[in-house]
C-alpha cells in the first residue's frame, strides 16, 4: 500500500485560508454570485436585495477584496466592483485537490475493508 502523505500543499492557492474565510459569510457569497450573474457593479447596485446598509456592504467588499476575491476601479463618481475569476478558479481547484484527496483516501479505506 503507498505511504499517506498527511499534508499534501501542492496546489493550495496561496492565501487559501483568508480566500475560504472571505467566501464563510453569506452575504459575501451573495455578493460574489451577484457579481458573477450581473457582472461589475457599483455599491448602491450591490446593495438592493441585502437587508444591510451600504456600509456594511463596502466593509464586505473590502474583506473580500483583501483576500483577492473582488476588485475595484473608479467609474465617474462611483467605484465599480468585479470578481476576480482568477481567485475563484483557485478556490475552485483546491476544492478539487480535496476532492481527489478524499476519494483517493475513501479509495483505501475499501481496499482496506475489502481485504
Not at 481547484?93 to 475513501?106: H, K, V
Request: positive net charge; glycine residues 10%; contains cysteine.
Amino acid at each position: 500500500m503507498p505511504k499517506h502523505r498527511s499534508s499534501n500543499t501542492m496546489g493550495k492557492p496561496k492565501g487559501s485560508a483568508r480566500l475560504f474565510a472571505a467566501l464563510g459569510d453569506e452575504i459575501r457569497l451573495g455578493l460574489v454570485a451577484r457579481l458573477c450573474d450581473d457582472g461589475p457593479m457599483s455599491i448602491t447596485g450591490l446593495t438592493g436585495g441585502f437587508n444591510v446598509t451600504r456600509q456594511a456592504i463596502t466593509k464586505h467588499l473590502r474583506v473580500m477584496e483583501d483576500a483577492g476575491l473582488v476588485r475595484s476601479r473608479r467609474q465617474g463618481r462611483e467605484n465599480v466592483w468585479q470578481v476576480s475569476a482568477q481567485r475563484l478558479e483557485d478556490a475552485r481547484r483546491y476544492l478539487d485537490l480535496i476532492s481527489n484527496q478524499w476519494d483517493d483516501a475513501l479509495g483505501r479505506l475499501r481496499e482496506f475493508v475489502e481485504e
